[in-house]
């Protein structure tokens, strides 16, 4: 498959973050980090390209691994080991990889948030006590994490694991009255609170194929109008892959990455993380997160 | 006990090192806010500009400009700085300007010190419920400005880090992470917005910081220092951030349920200092909220910075000649009893 010359810059700027120890960093001066080099890993793959940073890329998030199975953003930081899920998807391409791809897994199996029964005074109307995942190690499960999460174990085959199907629903419960999810609260003190769509596509792409479409169907409304607008990176790749997950691309899918892409010309060079994601957007039915949500 | 004083001192701690300090002169702590209270030493006077701004048309960067002069701002020590300008972008909606630190006050808070000779002014935010920073920029509206005024732009959630003791413990945290992005500026301005709050009572300079801290090491939301608990972190970040500057657009507020669903109101204000906990205070004055009651407030007093009336030197404006009260809630416990009495 030929990609555009955009895509082909991404993936060039993308290249130029790479760091001495395989790794990738969100800017050139910066030492290399976990979430960043696992989306640059990801984009390569997607593209069927850079064989060598890919390979080198997993090395160095090996190289990051706890004996545990986690993958810390920053070493020094083993508490926020939310890039674990991103690890994992990386590897799972490579068999050169397999043992850390397992530990990972076992790891996210092991691993939850703070969670609690809500009391009859709680002024947050989702249920704290159904299990997903944190960003950071004792604190509470959120949408985004929680969705990362599911996709790689459905990726690595652990789709049937009881903590995904209880993730699911705890997706379903954070899912705003009238479509969407934000971070991962749907009203405080009686309010219901707003959807965002980086959020409401990370949840979609993690629900494909888990529930019936009509269970999420406000919320594929609600990201099909943001399609018609937004085109800031993160949120723009999570809308495509939201919606692709389910079988439906926004009609103008890659005219959306490329607007992305140029608005660089007004925001400046994007970072290899944003940029990753915008590649895998374009490239979704080619990734290992596209084979997590439609396959498993 | 390490004081800040309430003019800049000549020599002693940059920025830069203050931050790169180990132990750099640990602050008396309560054992929580709930523990018992030292005999609070007198804290230096403060000094609050207050001005009106009816609205976000009229030309705040001469209101500004007349703040600083007003607070003893030279150009002298504005000379050759480089200013990060922190802003309030928690969770933008293009719906709801009223969330926001608006932009405008943003650009002129720019153009006021690049006006006394800043090197260079940049703005950062970690907003604290969205991960696409871009996208906050695009709703708040505050795209526009960047780009217009060329003024370079750090996302505090993702970009470099280090990480320092928590040498004021407040928090059980035993270190905060904080970007490099603080470490570049030689002055650091908390540029809030004048809201009521459904943790904290209010959300004003101090509760500001909290988008300082980085999303990759604390999440989004940063529920790492929910759980450390919002008051204590409040006091444990402004003390190892310790803006130089404080400004609370308070043009358009937000009072009921803050700060996310809440009302705007017109309050018409705008709130400058260099004591993030004197302009708290006062800010919260002019929302009809008793600082006494907001409990992060009431610790800081005598420690870092001042809440009492009497030990704030007002200038422009009276607190209390613009006071509007904001409407309060009473089934939220953070915002019940925390009135301000009426003279």
Redesign the interface.
């Known amino acids: 498959m030929t990609l555009s010359e955009s895509l082909q810059d991404a993936l060039a700027a993308i290249g130029e973050h790479a760091r001495p120890d395989g790794g990738f960093a969100?800017?050139v001066k910066?030492?290399s980090?976990a979430?960043a080099t696992a989306w640059a890993a990801l984009a390569f793959e997607a593209a069927g390209e850079g064989a060598s940073l890919v390979g080198k890329a997993c090395a160095r998030l090996a190289a990051l691994q706890a004996p545990d199975g986690r993958v810390p953003?920053?070493p020094?930081?083993p508490?926020?080991c939310?890039p674990t899920s991103l690890a994992l998807l990386a590897w799972l391409p490579l068999p050169e990889f397999a043992n850390n791809a397992a530990k990972a897994a076992a790891f996210l199996l092991s691993f939850t948030g703070?969670h609690f029964k809500r009391r009859p005074d709680s002024?947050m109307a989702h249920d704290p006590a159904i299990k997903g995942w944190?960003?950071?190690a004792?604190?509470?499960s959120?949408v985004?994490p929680t969705s990362l999460a599911m996709a790689a174990l459905r990726a690595a085959g652990r789709g049937g694991e009881p903590r995904v199907a209880e993730a699911a629903r705890m997706l379903l419960d954070r899912q705003l009255p009238d479509g969407g999810w934000?971070?991962g609260n749907t009203a405080?003190?009686?309010?219901t609170?707003?959807p965002?769509?980086?959020?409401s596509g990370h949840a979609l792409a993690a629900l494909a194929g888990l529930v019936p479409k009509e269970r999420v169907a406000a919320s594929l409304d609600y990201v099909r109008r943001e399609a018609a607008r937004?085109r800031?990176?993160?949120?723009a790749s999570w809308i495509i892959m939201g919606l692709k997950a389910w079988g439906e691309a926004p009609a103008d899918k890659d005219a959306m990455v490329e607007e992305s892409l140029a608005?660089q010309s007004?925001?400046?060079a994007y970072?290899p993380?944003l940029l990753a994601q915008l590649v895998t957007a374009a490239l979704f039915s080619r990734s290992p997160l596209y084979a997590a949500y439609r396959g498993s | 006990m390490r004081r800040k004083h309430a003019m800049p001192r000549e020599n002693g701690f940059t920025r830069r090192e203050f931050l790169t300090a180990a132990a750099g002169g640990a602050l008396v702590a309560a054992a929580g806010l709930g523990g018992y209270r030292l005999l609070k030493p007198k804290y230096p006077f403060q000094e609050v500009f207050i001005a009106k701004a009816p609205s976000y048309g009229v030309d705040l960067k001469e209101i500004m400009l007349r703040g600083f002069a007003a607070l003893g701002v030279t150009e002298k020590e504005i000379r050759g700085k480089r200013v990060l300008l922190k802003p309030n972008l928690v969770e933008p909606h293009a719906e709801s300007a009223h969330i926001n630190t608006h932009p405008l006050v943003i650009q002129a808070a720019a153009a006021a010190f690049l006006s006394l000779g800043a090197a260079e002014v940049a703005v950062g935010e970690g907003a604290g419920h969205r991960r696409d920073a871009l996208l906050v920029l695009e709703e708040s509206g505050l795209a526009q400005v960047l780009a217009d005024d060329r003024l370079p732009y750090f996302d505090l959630n993702t970009g470099p880090v280090f990480s320092t003791a928590n040498t004021t413990n407040w928090s059980k945290l035993p270190s905060l992470t904080l970007p490099q992005a603080l470490r570049r500026a030689d002055l650091v301005v908390s540029v809030a917005k004048m809201k009521t709050h459904h943790w904290a009572g209010v959300t004003l300079s101090m509760k500001n910081l909290f988008g300082v801290m980085p999303g990759a090491v604390y999440g989004w939301p940063k529920n790492v220092l929910h759980w450390a608990g919002v008051q204590q972190c409040i006091l444990d970040i402004t003390a190892a951030v310790k803006p130089d500057f404080a400004i609370v657009d308070g043009v358009v507020g937000m009072e009921g349920d803050g700060p996310i669903m809440g009302d705007p109101v017109s309050s018409g204000v705008l709130v400058m200092g260099r004591n993030p906990v004197a302009v708290d205070a006062t800010s919260a004055r002019i929302m009809g909220i008793d600082p006494e009651k907001i409990d992060y407030l009431r610790v800081a007093d005598g420690v870092l910075g001042t809440i009492g009336h009497e030990r704030i030197i007002q200038r422009g404006e009276q607190a209390a000649a613009v006071r509007k009260d904001y409407r309060l809630i009473d089934f939220i416990p953070a915002q019940r009893g925390i009135r301000l009495d009426t003279p």
């Open positions: 969100m800017s910066d030492e980090r979430d953003i920053l020094g930081h508490e926020a939310w703070k002024p944190p960003w950071i004792d604190t509470h959120w985004e934000n971070y405080a003190f009686g309010t609170l707003l965002v769509p980086e959020s937004v800031a990176p993160l949120a608005l007004r925001y400046g970072d993380a």
